[in-house]
């Protein structure tokens, strides 16, 4: 297993909630790692990402809420998420992207986030 989620959980609108993802040693250290979300009924989003030397990118509708980061040191990377919304309800994803052929090809099992 490469990646393993962990974090999450239910919230108020408001609140603040952390999602991890534990890597393994090769796409910690060479991979560009992100987080996907998919609510019921939705498509699956891509919400933030964040190259090897490279600056993140959001998704519109968390920029300014959202911060992606990674410890290579600790073999994780992972999202702080503020001012959650109703709508950031979804069960989140992470993933990582190894080469531009293969794209976002490895993925973690998922974890659930609620905001109420």
């Known amino acids: 297993v490469q990646l393993v989620e962990s974090g999450g959980g239910s919230v108020q609108a408001g609140g603040s909630l952390n999602v991890s993802c534990l890597a393994s040693?090769?796409?910690?250290?060479?991979?560009?790692v992100g987080w996907y979300r998919q609510a019921p009924g939705k498509d699956r989003e891509l919400v933030a990402h964040l190259g090897y030397s490279s600056p993140a990118g959001y998704g519109d509708s968390v920029k300014g809420r959202f911060i992606i980061s990674r410890d290579n040191a600790k073999n994780t990377f992972s999202m702080q998420m503020n001012n959650l919304k109703i709508e950031d309800t979804a069960k989140y994803v992470c993933?990582?992207?190894?080469?531009?052929?293969?794209?976002?090809?490895?993925w973690g099992q998922g974890t659930q986030v609620t905001v109420s």
């Open positions: 993933a990582a992207a190894c080469s531009v052929s293969a794209g976002w090809s490895t």
């Open positions: 040693n090769y796409i910690i250290n060479n991979c560009a």
